[in-house]
């Protein structure tokens, strides 16, 4: 199945931001349908955190307090959200 993907465009940033749909071409975002994060806090851990490779996954990785990030460029030059997720758990 093709995925599908909301774009999110940063005025910050100047970034376009890819984020996936949990199923099909609609409804909840996988950050949001998973882990109970919305797209902005996505964002903000992107600018905000320090990023890192991780050459195993093929992935960028990005932390602040809250948030872990795992993030790649697209071919498309927008940044393609894997999954973020609060840190330490509910």
């Known amino acids: 199945m093709k995925r599908a993907y ?11 931001f890819r984020f996936t749909y949990e ?15 919305m797209p902005e806090e996505a964002i903000a851990t992107f600018r905000d955190g320090p990023s890192t490779w991780d050459a195993a ?4 990785e990005t932390r602040t307090t809250t948030h872990t990030l795992y993030w790649a460029w697209h071919a498309s030059g927008s940044v393609l ?4 997720f609060p840190n330490g758990g509910p």
């Open 81 to 84: 959200v894997i999954t973020c």
């Open 6 to 16: 909301r774009l999110i465009f940063d005025p910050v940033s100047g970034l376009i």
């Open 57 to 60: 996954h093929k992935r960028f």
């Open 23 to 37: 199923t099909g071409t609609g409804g909840p975002l996988h950050i949001e349908a998973r882990h109970g994060v």
